[in-house]
């Protein structure tokens, strides 16, 4: 994960849980074609549904489940510390982890 991708990453997120998910995708598309982290595609799957393009979705799904094979949602949020925090978590699950579902990720 290089430095230089962490802001846009972070405006990725942060423009993902907020519901701006128009603002979110430019974000994410710059960072996984920069970037070489699995978690980057997460997001893209994330976006891409809620926006309601389930051809891009399916892409980068297939590129996530390549990355990280076995990906279940269970499994990120036990990675994530964030999950703790009980305003992330309603946030995630709103927008991050229910556009995960629309795409057909497992959640165990």
Same mark, same amino acid.
């Given at each position: 994960m290089? &430095? &230089? &991708?962490f802001p846009m990453r972070m405006i990725c997120l942060s423009n993902l849980l907020l519901g701006r998910y128009?603002? #979110? +995708?430019r974000a994410c598309e710059r960072t996984a074609a920069r970037g070489n982290w699995w978690a980057d595609h997460v997001l893209?799957?994330?976006?891409?549904s809620q926006l309601g393009d389930s051809t891009k979705a399916a +892409? #980068?799904?297939t590129e996530l489940l390549k990355r990280q094979p076995g990906f279940t949602l269970d499994k990120h949020k036990? %990675?994530?510390p964030a999950w703790k925090n009980p305003g992330y978590g309603l946030r995630a &699950? %709103?927008?991050l982890y229910a556009g995960l579902r629309k795409a057909g990720l497992a959640d165990r």
């Open positions: 290089a &430095e &230089e &991708e128009n603002d #979110a +995708v893209l799957v994330a976006v891409y +892409v #980068a799904k036990a %990675a994530d &699950e %709103a927008h």
